[in-house]
């Protein structure tokens, strides 16, 4: 079994303050996908990366895949409460449909 | 749209029954797939399908069957529900196996009594 490792594992802020969350493997992805997901519902999708090195930006977030693409990070700037949730990554080695997800990292913002 | 659509959302089993987790998808979709949530834990992998007629184990398979007789549905079946099962069950679907985004349901909450 591949093993993804988020860190860290619980985080509280407040509102205004940057944080960055990371996910590491010892194993080369062959695609790496963050998601969040809030209590009672599963999780959504917030970005896909496949290529070393690649950084993708959605809004207030920015992903950055390792150029090894053995990790990632997610970092948000200026957190708002709405922000809150857990926030998970999942990595696919074969491209074959077997996704493994870390842990998480359960975010929450004070306002 | 409806997109996946998983029920019951709540279930109470006793040790020793038997049930069927529905999961149907309207997006045509050949990649299907389900997964258990623990408590502080991420998602694991029980059993995932790349299309109708083919499925396959994941990371923790022992204790469900599944089946995909057509695109749109793919049943999890616990054969003699134990308390370690008590979980919430998430299935998901995409367009394909690999990088497609997967689109999630909103879960079963299962407990084994």
């Known amino acids: 079994t591949q093993l993804l490792e988020q860190s860290p594992q619980f985080l509280s802020i407040q509102e205004g303050e940057n944080l960055t969350v990371y996910c590491n493997s010892s194993s080369v992805f062959s695609s790496l996908q963050w998601y969040r997901q809030e209590p009672g519902e599963g999780p959504v999708l917030l970005v896909t990366v496949v290529t070393g090195g690649e950084v993708k930006k959605l809004k207030r977030l920015t992903f950055q895949f390792g150029d090894a693409r053995k990790d990632s990070s997610l970092h948000i700037t200026a957190a708002q409460p709405g922000d809150t949730g857990l926030y998970l990554c999942a990595g696919d080695w074969t491209n074959a449909g077997k996704s493994t997800f870390g842990d998480g990292t359960t975010l929450t913002v004070k306002p | 749209n409806a997109g996946v659509t998983q029920t019951p959302k709540f279930q109470v089993l006793k040790t020793g029954q038997s049930m069927t987790l529905q999961c149907a998808q309207d997006m045509n979709h050949e990649y299907m797939s389900w997964y258990r949530q623990d408590p502080g834990m991420g998602l694991r992998l029980i059993h995932y399908?790349?299309?109708?007629?083919?499925?396959d184990q994941g990371e923790v398979p022992n204790g469900y069957n599944v089946s995909r007789s057509t695109t749109e549905d793919f049943p999890l079946r616990l054969l003699s529900a134990a308390p370690s099962q008590t979980s919430v069950y998430f299935c998901?679907?995409?367009?394909?196996?690999?990088?497609?985004?997967?689109?999630f349901g909103d879960g079963t909450r299962l407990s084994i009594l």
């Open positions: 399908s790349v299309g109708a007629g083919i499925t």
């Open positions: 998901a679907s995409s367009i394909q196996a690999g990088w497609q985004p997967q689109h």
